[in-house]
């Protein structure tokens, strides 16, 4: 009959295979874990003083325990040390200073102990899974799964995976999709993140990226990149848009996503619970893919603000409601499909606003170039909208304005430049009246008008701007995307409406960091006057 140490060791072999098969783990892991369980009852027996190792034979489930001690002159601690005289009884060619073995009589595992084993063998492998599972999915971000629904909890769902578990959180599921325990489900993974508790997976139906999954599996000129999804945006549930271009000139993209008879798109359409979905044909003109972004509304204009990423669109009054869409959407949607802010606004609006702007420049010339009303108004005409431009222009290219000559181009120019003068007199009084200090005035790239703009933001030491981030100096502000529905931005839109201090001028980041950089100079060499040098005189000033 097998003594209990050996049932013992064959029963915990036996579970090594068993749990190493069935977690999908290197049966080594299992072993080591038994090792490590065997070691910590073992010295709950010989006294947890002991460094006690172990060694189980994966094969015939030999068990060898053995004690580490030291080799000393004179014993002090005797549980890890042994003298000479001793040593050599266990090993003859021990000598001073050696680690060596003292064998040790295999124990009995007991119930505690074997309880408290399998507790150690459980959390290793437990540890071992989660590691593999993490390794499994670490990579795999972007990737279409395929799951069970396990449980829904708040409003999560939890996604059986096979190997792992997902979550798809609330503000990643399509509104009004009701989830079932036991249903497959497909989703993306979005992001994979470690964590105590395992792998943490996250999943998402509501991400564009999902949809584009989906018409790769249903569009094989998408799977073998003849087609390419350029740009997708999504309202989940409700509707969305993609770009798509072919790179093959006789195969239409939107007819080849949309298939015979709407089969391809009506597949994608019924995994996304009904959401609408608008095909458009991607171009690399701004103009016309923004034209195609806003359809079925017709447009009547685009104009483009590549500084401020702002496009403005005219319609004629009726195709108002239909460019918009229902609480925004449409606008919304090609918003985001272009990565632009759309500005809607109809033909009477356009006029108006043109009218506007063309008053408004023509009485600014008027006054600030003391011309009269015509020729003004012929300035702006031809273009023109800021003194700047006038002043600085070729003088060749205001003199062939029809009317004008040489010599009174060259008056407007002379006239444009006092004008600009008297303005950045204006600011530097002002400037100096907000007790901004001289100094700012010699950093790069700030004028007058700026320092100004800093004094009113309460910035006007040169400690002041330096202690500013380049995104709080030149960040540009996001303009609020109240619609004609009326919707307020969102709270994280609202944090970057602020923008930076300067941010309405247009500066680039390298203007912003050289700024920044200049501004901050001065502690430089306040460090440098206070090194060796300063500290001597210091030390000297001290032993007087």
């Not at 892991?29 to 038994?34: D, G, K, L, T």
């Not at 949309?258 to 003109?285: L, Y």
Request: one cysteine or more; proline letters at 3%; hydrophobic letters at 40%.
């Amino acid at each position: 009959m097998a003594s209990p140490i050996s049932a013992n060791r064959a029963e915990l072999l036996a579970i090594a295979t068993s749990v190493a098969n069935e977690k999908l783990i290197d049966k080594a892991i299992v072993i080591e874990a038994m090792e490590e369980a065997i070691q910590k009852s073992a010295r709950n027996r010989y006294g947890a003083e002991n460094d006690i190792r172990a060694k189980l034979d994966p094969r015939t489930g030999d068990l060898r325990l053995w004690r580490v001690v030291e080799v000393v002159e004179v014993v002090e601690d005797y549980f890890k040390q042994v003298d000479l005289k001793a040593a050599q009884k266990l090993d003859p060619d021990a000598k001073l200073g050696d680690f060596i073995v003292d064998p040790l009589p295999p124990v009995d595992l007991g119930r505690i102990d074997a309880q408290s084993a399998k507790q150690v063998i459980f959390q290793k492998v437990r540890d071992a899974e989660r590691e593999r599972q993490f390794e499994e999915f670490k990579d795999r971000g972007g990737e279409l799964v395929t799951g069970v629904i396990k449980s829904v909890e708040f409003g999560h769902v939890i996604v059986n995976l096979g190997r792992a578990e997902g979550v798809i959180r609330r503000d990643q599921q399509i509104p009004r999709e009701v989830a079932r325990v036991g249903e497959r489900v497909r989703a993306l993974i979005l992001k994979v993140e470690r964590n105590n508790r395992g792998p943490q997976i996250f999943l998402s139906r509501a991400h564009p990226e999902f949809m584009k999954k989906l018409f790769a599996q249903e569009v094989p000129e998408i799977y073998d990149g003849i087609i390419t999804i350029q740009a997708a945006a999504r309202d989940p549930g409700s509707r969305a848009k993609i770009g798509v271009i072919s790179r093959d000139s006789s195969i239409d993209p939107v007819g080849a996503c949309v298939g015979m008879k709407g089969s391809r798109v009506q597949a994608v359409v019924q995994e996304m619970q009904g959401e609408k979905i608008d095909i458009i044909p991607w171009s690399e003109d701004t103009a016309t893919f923004v034209v195609n972004a806003l359809q079925p509304a017709t447009v009547s204009r685009v104009v483009i603000d590549e500084e401020e990423s702002r496009i403005e669109v005219v319609v004629p009054d009726d195709q108002l409601s239909l460019a918009i869409g229902r609480r925004g959407q449409n606008v919304r949607l090609a918003s985001q499909l272009t990565g632009s802010q759309i500005d809607i606004m109809t033909e009477a609006e356009a006029s108006e606003k043109r009218q506007k702007e063309f008053a408004e420049r023509s009485k600014m010339f008027e006054e600030e170039l003391d011309v009269d009303e015509t020729l003004s108004q012929l300035l702006v005409a031809e273009g023109f909208s800021e003194l700047e431009e006038v002043a600085y222009v070729e003088l060749a290219e205001l003199a062939t304005i029809e009317g004008f000559d040489e010599e009174l181009a060259e008056e407007l120019q002379s006239r444009a430049t006092e004008a600009l003068e008297r303005r950045e007199e204006a600011y530097r009084e002002e400037r100096r009246g907000l007790g901004v200090e001289d100094a700012l005035a010699e950093m790069p790239h700030l004028t007058e008008q700026m320092l100004v703009t800093l004094g009113k933001a309460g910035i006007k030491t040169l400690d002041d701007l330096a202690d500013l981030a380049t995104d709080e100096l030149i960040a540009k502000k996001r303009a609020e995307q109240r619609r004609r529905d009326g919707s307020a931005p969102a709270r994280k839109e609202r944090e970057q409406d602020r923008g930076g201090v300067l941010g309405e001028y247009g500066l680039s980041e390298e203007q912003g960091n050289e700024i920044i950089m200049a501004a901050r100079a001065h502690w430089f060499e306040d460090l440098d006057e206070s090194g060796p040098a300063a500290e001597e005189a210091a030390d000297a000033d001290s032993s007087q």
